[in-house]
């Protein structure tokens, strides 16, 4: 199914019933009431977005799977799915940004793994660790691999991965969101040269975080 609508498909659960609630309320004269319910309905849509993103298209630049700011940068021994030395690049997710992830560089996906866990505050270093997270381990037409990690927050309950194995994605392609809150964990070829600092302000499909050798 493809998920280009301006608005996420699935946030029409939460949309269209508190859309209604509100329009029942002002109908039975209940309009102080269902203002709220207006205003609720209105940043939920919002928080839903779904824009279309322009990915550069040079060889060798990764782009951010997420928006949001860069929390942390590391070097890092071995994680999970990925058996050697490799570049963490974490990005922390508020409720004010696009929460729909994105293909961070072209390749085939060669596995998906979810894992059940906590809800730690997503900008603490133990989410990474302990919270809920779903993995996607891509790799390149050239044999690298990149390793994304879709990390539950406190608020997130929810994450949404819209891939499986073997299938080849391309870059900026939109792979799956976390809902209200949460964080990205990217861990790059150790020999990657990254192009974004702490602090950073990065938008998914578009700003270059590194730049693969």
């Keep these: 199914m493809k998920q280009n609508f301006i608005i996420a498909r699935q946030g029409f659960p939460f949309i269209v019933p508190l ?7 002002a109908l039975i004269g209940k309009t102080g009431v269902s203002v709220p319910f207006f205003l609720l309905t209105a940043f939920v849509t919002w928080f ?3 824009p279309e993103r322009f990915s550069p ?13 860069v929390i942390k940068i590391e070097d ?56 809920e997270k779903n993995s996607v381990l891509i790799e390149t037409d050239l044999g690298k691999q990149i390793l994304t990690e879709q990390i539950a927050g406190l608020i997130a309950r929810r994450i949404e991965c819209w891939l499986e194995e073997g299938r ?34 990065v938008k998914a499909g578009e700003t270059p975080i590194g730049w693969l050798k």
């Design 48 to 50: 839903f977005r779904n």
């Design 168 to 201: 080849h994605v391309n870059k900026g392609d939109r792979f799956g969101l976390i809902r209200f809150g949460s964080r990205l964990d990217v861990f790059l070829p150790v020999d990657t040269a990254v192009a974004v600092s702490i602090g950073d302000k």
């Design 76 to 131: 890092v021994a071995e994680n999970g799915l990925l058996k050697g030395p490799s570049k963490k690049i974490s990005i922390f997710m508020s409720v004010f940004n696009v929460h729909v992830n994105r293909i961070p560089y072209s390749g085939t996906v060669n596995a998906v793994r979810y894992r059940e866990g906590k809800f730690f505050s997503a900008n603490l270093d133990k989410a990474s660790t302990s919270n």
């Design 57 to 69: 298209e040079d060889n060798g630049l990764v782009v951010s799977p997420a928006d949001g700011k």
């Design 19 to 25: 859309f209604l609630l509100a329009v029942i309320l």
